[in-house]
């Protein structure tokens, strides 16, 4: 499959799977995973898990508004995966943008999380 | 050097040559190097300093917001970088906000380019 196609299917998914139910994304992640939300680093499936689900929030929605990728190394066995978008988090009516990078690793026939960097944008 | 370290003196010495003379990031792509430019795809040192250099400004200052790293591999051979921050181009006051992300890739004592992705974020 194509790196663009790779990337946007990706990105619905997890976006889709952070909105429904945050410990499903344990599934996109391993032990070498990293995770960067907010400059504060985390290592390993069940540590970025926890970080997501403690997240201080009750609803989220994510609206995808850029998906850029590019093959991340010669051999296309990952793809580097630049998103941006808008957050609404619980009764909020104010989106608020973000930026989110993914490694994504393939094994087999899908990908997995090497890499995950998260940040809010602030005018 | 660490991760972070060398993030953000690549960041620091980017945008300085960036808004300097953008001919002179020259010396930090080669053939392999990608750029997706506000979504427009580029290949090969010639092509991305080619498009740089064409970008319709004249004066440009880029300020920093944030700067997050890792490993983008387990050999400690490339690193992930996404770059939050402002642009301020030719004589406007109101700065954009921009997104950029690099895969740097380690080549004896240095670092070059081999995934670029830019993108402004829209409010």
Known sequence: MQTQAVAEQFTKFYYDTFDR???DLASLYRDPSMLTFEGVQTQGVNSIVEKLVSLPFQK?????STVDAQP???????IVVTVTGQLLIDDETNPQMFTQTFNLIA???SFWVYNDIFRLNYA
């Open 72 to 78: 991340s190394n010669p051999n296309n066995q990952s």
């Open 60 to 64: 989220v929605a994510h609206r995808i």
């Open 21 to 23: 139910n945050r410990t």
């Open 107 to 109: 094994d087999g026939g």
